[in-house]
Nanobody
Framework: QVQLVESGGGLVQAGGSLRLSCAASRSIFSIDVMAWYRQAPGKQRELVAGIASGGSTNYADSVKGRFTISRDNAKNTVYLQMNSLKPEDTAVYYC?????????WGQGTQVTVSS
């Protein structure tokens, strides 16, 4: 079992920055993949960024060059640094962990970008 707790969401103006954190209840050293997803009202949940245990990353085209995912194994935490935020980035952001063929989700944190 892995419990995930997101934090760092909030209201920001377009062009601003936020850093989201996802704290895991166990060591993330051996977790295969950790990722950030988001879901806007009326839309499907979509992948934002992922990071594998070896450090490789992938990003949605819509956030490339603006968002950066990173992991701190010592703190059992994954981060999402979001810069140059746009109103279309408004969504609930969820942390996900894939571990031993199981998938775990956090409760989500709201990000609202005003124009």
């Amino acid at each position: 079992q892995v419990q995930l707790v997101e934090s760092g969401g909030g209201l920001v103006q377009a062009g601003g920055s936020l850093r989201l954190s996802c704290a895991a209840s166990r060591s993330i050293f051996s977790i295969d993949v950790m990722a950030w997803y988001r879901q806007a009202p009326g839309k499907q949940r979509e992948l934002v960024a992922g990071i594998a245990s070896g450090g490789s990353t992938n990003y949605a085209d819509s956030v490339k060059g603006r968002f950066t995912i990173s992991r701190d194994n010592a703190k059992n935490t994954v981060y999402l640094q979001m810069n140059s935020l746009k109103p279309e980035d408004t969504a609930v952001y969820y942390c996900r962990a894939d571990f031993f063929l199981a998938t775990f989700w956090g409760q989500g944190t709201q990000v609202t970008v005003s124009s």
